[in-house]
């Protein structure tokens, strides 16, 4: 007949006494969570390893230094058994049945009146992962499974709401520069609780096909000098979703605070009393140069990066960016929203003291399929661009920093 399964319970040890014999390995590894629990931890062992040295120093736990004797699980209420010496843990053993105290054994599972399992944490959850009986146990497998678990709860794919501590109004979310791997890990889960998307162009597009069928996704495409949603119908949009109680997820290109108008809507929203979560992502302005092989800075070479935006040409009267300054700086220039106007940056550049020769790179698509780098120089880029039918969005980068290390992007598996 198959053993009964061990029943699982979640022990609340604040202030209670555990007893731990042993201060080897597997003491190192319990250790931590029984001090994280509050317990009142007495170690009893001759020795202990350097880490379980430090938490007794520390004042985590009492250790005796000193072997098992008999009597020394009266008042535990629970106990970890997990000495060298085989009759000391049969002995405590059957001290701790004597007295009814739950007791693991690190050197026999059947003879432990209690398991550990295989434990991990996500948002406010602990999962315990045991196998349902003694002939059944698999550590390997049973953390393999936790490890499952708690990945996709991270990373969003093991959809699990939150209905008492959603996440409740906005989140604007920054989505990394377009591969879906590249979000944040908060990210990806606020994505996975949504009732409603609004996403930019940019950004993991490929992430939107995943969310399940109710989930409402709004395209806020914002392209360059054609069809565009107004801010103001964006800010609605979020305003009144997120007031008729859903969890609205804002997904953004890159970072929402990089050429984002993250804190645009983050105002509107505080002007209409809806919380907002701001998670940060992974800008285009630096991965996207990664992605081609070009590091943003290099020793020896580049000693600092700038990010503008050229989405305005250098002698409109709406341009903030001060081109000439630019233009003695020894450090990167990365250049967003800069496709259609490189020629007359290039040629301002130029004309305030760059080189004509110092290189330029623009990678168009970065981090999707669809990845290409082309190369030119400051003097050669205007007509590269439109021979090469260069197409936003694409990151510019200036500087010698495009020159060093390989012409093949980099792996980012
Ligand atoms: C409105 S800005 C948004 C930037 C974004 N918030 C960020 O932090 O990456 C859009 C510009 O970012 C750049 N960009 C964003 N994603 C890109 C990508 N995957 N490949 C190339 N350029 C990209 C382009 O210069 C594009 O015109």
Not at 63 to 75: K, N, P
Request: glycine share 10%.
């Amino acid at each position: 007949m198959a053993e009964p399964p061990a029943y699982p319970v979640g022990l609340r040890l604040t202030g209670r006494r555990v007893v731990v014999l042993g201060g080897g390995q597997v003491a190192q590894r319990r250790l931590p969570a029984l001090i994280a629990a509050g317990a009142d931890v007495l170690l009893v062992s001759p020795e202990a390893t350097p880490s379980v040295e430090a938490m007794a120093d520390a004042g985590e736990i009492t250790w005796e230094r000193r072997a098992y004797t008999s009597g020394d699980l009266a008042d535990a209420w629970y106990a970890l058994i997990a000495t060298s010496d085989p009759d000391a843990n049969a002995a405590a053993s059957a001290e701790a049945e004597r007295h009814r105290v739950w007791c693991v054994r690190s050197d026999d599972a059947d003879a432990a009146t209690a398991w550990t399992p295989a434990t991990g944490h996500s948002e406010g959850v602990t999962v315990a992962v045991l196998t349902t009986d003694a002939r059944g146990r698999d550590p390997r497998h049973t953390a393999a499974v936790r490890d499952a678990v708690v990945e996709g709860l991270r990373d969003g794919t093991l959809v699990a709401p939150h209905h008492r501590t959603r996440t409740p109004g906005v989140a604007l979310v920054g989505g990394g520069p377009g591969d879906p791997d590249l979000i944040t890990v908060r990210g990806r889960r606020l994505l996975a609780e949504a009732d409603v998307v609004i996403a930019d162009r940019l950004g993991p597009r490929d992430l939107l096909a995943e969310l399940p069928p109710h989930v409402e996704v709004i395209d806020a495409a914002k392209i360059p000098y054609g069809r565009y949603m107004a801010q103001e119908a964006i800010n609605n949009a979020l305003i009144e979703h997120a007031r008729q109680g859903r969890s609205v997820v804002r997904l953004k290109g890159g970072d929402p605070y990089v050429f984002g108008r993250g804190m645009e809507e983050l105002q509107a929203l505080a002007e209409a009393g809806i919380p907002c979560t701001v998670v940060p992502g992974i800008s285009s302005s630096i991965s996207v140069p990664g992605a081609a092989g070009i590091p943003v800075t290099h020793r020896g070479v580049a000693h600092e990066f700038t990010v503008v935006s050229g989405h305005v040409a250098p002698d409109d009267e709406r341009s903030l960016v001060d081109w000439p300054a630019l233009a003695r700086l020894n450090g990167t220039l990365v250049i967003l929203m800069g496709v259609d106007k490189i020629g007359r940056i290039a040629e301002t550049l130029v004309a305030h003291g760059k080189s004509p020769d110092t290189p330029v790179a623009l990678v168009q698509e970065g981090t999707t399929a669809a990845q290409r780098r082309v190369d030119a120089t400051l003097a050669t880029v205007a007509e590269t661009v439109v021979a090469e039918d260069v197409k936003p969005p694409a990151v510019i980068v200036v500087g010698e920093v495009v020159a060093v290390g390989a012409r093949t992007p980099a792996s980012g598996a």
